[in-house]
């Protein structure tokens, strides 16, 4: 049966839906029937021609997809399977064998990573006596006396950005949100599922945000203040030059929280013609359509790269979580009839290989652990002690304001000791 479908033919084998000569849905049964030799289809009847071919995808598979194996009934799957396509090949039990090494050191580097990710989180949410009150908090090292520099400290953020995307396993994206299919079998291998990683580099956007606030909330001086938000705002400007999205945003959240926004004698003294102009590059009206224009250029860049430096591309990361959960809700995984959408499924692979790409790179630039430790635990302001750190700098304009910072003192006075 054919059918047209706009400018391309829609044809149907069965229980096999191609359109264009892509395959666009089909039963589980039909396509396990589809892999099933027949007198007519026999693609490969030799052993010594399938066990490669086994290899290669076991492969490609534990390369591309290594958390699937931090589940043990996995990897005693894995090591029966390896043991069956080994068996007389010596080639293939080789390379079995190197694979099996390089996922155990893959997921050994996880580990090791969730552990100090773990140790620097437990260390940022210590609250030294110099973050209780805006005079002790004079005793703080400030983010100017760690790095002066807009372009070096956007080069260590970007560090910071790149080695945590590293370990974002791109089944966490679907595992973050999808309802499992409830004619899905096997489901006790997925009961566990891991997101941690993906979590803790949204907990760093956050961060982030919230160290952009600290920092101009807790100077005493105006003219000190004015100049921190000017720093940030350079650092927000070289972020984008580099290709770094997600770090240009957090920058622009915490410059945008109201305890900051608020400080008017402060942004009186800031030249905003800057950051006005990357507010608008990251503007969300028509569905960030100025941020996608970016991201696109940045990823033709990155394309035809001829250094690190250019390959470099750092996506706003919860839109792109928003992307991937609206393509994933907004499409079933099944159609009416029963068939595997492989439209979706198309879809949303291109998405998540695009990250696999983007995640790849190394950061080409010095490290400066002084600099990167700062970024990572230095203790932050609650939301709280941003406003009453925003009052203290510049007073209530308002009887809301004033409620606000008599209620936030009465707390602190009973609660903050």
Request: proline content about 3%; hydrophobic content about 40%; glycine content about 4%.
């Amino acid at each position: 049966q054919s059918r047209l479908y706009g400018h391309g033919v829609a044809t149907s084998y069965g229980e096999m839906c191609y359109h264009d000569n892509s395959l666009v849905s089909a039963s589980l049964e039909a396509l396990i029937q589809h892999l099933v030799p027949t007198v007519d289809y026999y693609p490969d009847i030799r052993f010594r021609e399938v066990a490669p071919k086994l290899v290669q995808l076991l492969t490609e598979w534990t390369e591309t997809f290594p958390y699937d194996f931090r589940d043990d009934r996995m990897m005693r799957c894995l090591k029966d399977m390896t043991l069956h396509v080994a068996r007389g090949d010596e080639y293939s039990w080789r390379a079995m064998q190197q694979m099996t090494q390089r996922l155990i050191k893959r997921l050994s580097a996880l580990g090791q990573y969730e552990e100090a990710v773990a140790a620097l989180n437990a260390a940022a949410q210590e609250r030294p006596a110099s973050l209780k009150t805006k005079q002790a908090s004079a005793q703080r090292a400030d983010i100017l006396s760690v790095c002066d520099d807009p372009f070096i400290l956007a080069q260590q953020l970007t560090h910071i950005e790149l080695d945590r995307l590293s370990f974002i396993g791109p089944e966490e994206f679907i595992q973050s949100f999808a309802m499992k299919d409830p004619l899905e079998n096997h489901k006790g291998f997925f009961r566990k599922c891991k997101t941690s990683n993906l979590e803790a580099y949204v907990s760093w956007f956050n961060r982030l945000s919230y160290l952009v606030a600290t920092e101009i909330c807790m100077p005493a001086k105006k003219k000190h203040r004015a100049r921190i938000i000017e720093f940030f705002i350079d650092v927000a400007q070289e972020c984008f030059n580099i290709g770094n999205f997600n770090s240009l945003m957090a920058i622009i959240t915490g410059m945008n929280m109201s305890p900051v926004a608020r400080l008017k004698k402060t942004w009186n003294k800031v030249n905003t013609d800057k950051f006005e102009i990357l507010e608008h590059q990251m503007d969300p009206s028509s569905n960030f359509s100025n941020y996608r224009t970016a991201l696109r250029g940045a990823t033709q860049r990155s394309e035809t790269a001829h250094s690190s430096q250019e390959k470099i591309v750092i996506p706003f990361f919860s839109l792109l979580i928003k992307d991937i959960y609206f393509l994933n809700e907004g499409c079933a995984n099944r159609l009416s009839n029963g068939h595997i959408n492989f439209e979706k499924l198309w879809e949303l692979a291109k998405q998540v290989s695009e990250f696999l790409v983007w995640r790849q790179v190394i950061c080409p630039f010095d490290r400066d652990r002084r600099i990167l430790q700062y970024l990572v635990t230095t203790s932050v302001y609650t939301e709280d002690e941003l406003h009453l750190a925003s009052y203290e700098s510049e007073g209530p304009e308002n009887n809301m304001e004033k409620d606000s910072r008599r209620s936030l003192r009465w707390v602190k006075e009973h609660f903050d000791k």
